[in-house]
């Protein structure tokens, strides 16, 4: 069984930048794209970004382009959301997750998901 756990999160001021871990375990999902959302109550889950398998492509969600970034690492089954330029707008609890594809894992096509880490945001 796969479990994905989520760590890093916390209260950060406006400007201020967070880094995220996603630790896999259980089996290996390396042959998988794995990503990251974020939920906040009352509104849908949101696709935040995604790297493929082997760590060479991505995809983000405009409202983060250019201030977050993703990356892995396969040889610790861990994958990272850095989160700098930081706005209050961005809190949320992030959630990763994995799929079968990059170009499918933002429509929702997920195979595993974790808990959640909260991100606040104060301004």
């Known amino acids: 069984q796969v479990q994905l756990v989520e760590s890093g999160g916390g209260l950060v001021q406006a400007g201020g930048s967070l880094r995220l871990s996603c630790a896999v375990s259980?089996?290996?999902?390396?042959?998988?794209?794995m990503g990251w959302f974020r939920q906040v109550p009352g509104k849908e889950r949101e696709f935040v970004g995604g790297?493929?398998?082997?760590?060479?492509?991505?995809d983000y969600a405009d409202s983060v382009k250019g201030r977050f970034t993703i990356s892995r690492d396969n040889a610790k089954n861990t994958m990272y959301l850095q989160m700098n330029s930081l706005k209050p707008e961005d809190t949320a609890v992030y959630i990763c997750?994995?799929?079968?594809?990059?170009?499918?894992?933002?429509?929702?096509?997920?195979?595993?998901w974790g808990q959640g880490t909260q991100v606040t945001v104060s301004s």
């Open positions: 997750a994995a799929g079968s594809a990059l170009a499918t894992l933002g429509r929702g096509y997920l195979s595993y």
């Open positions: 790297v493929n398998s082997r760590g060479t492509n991505t």
């Open positions: 259980g089996r290996s999902v390396t042959a998988s794209a």
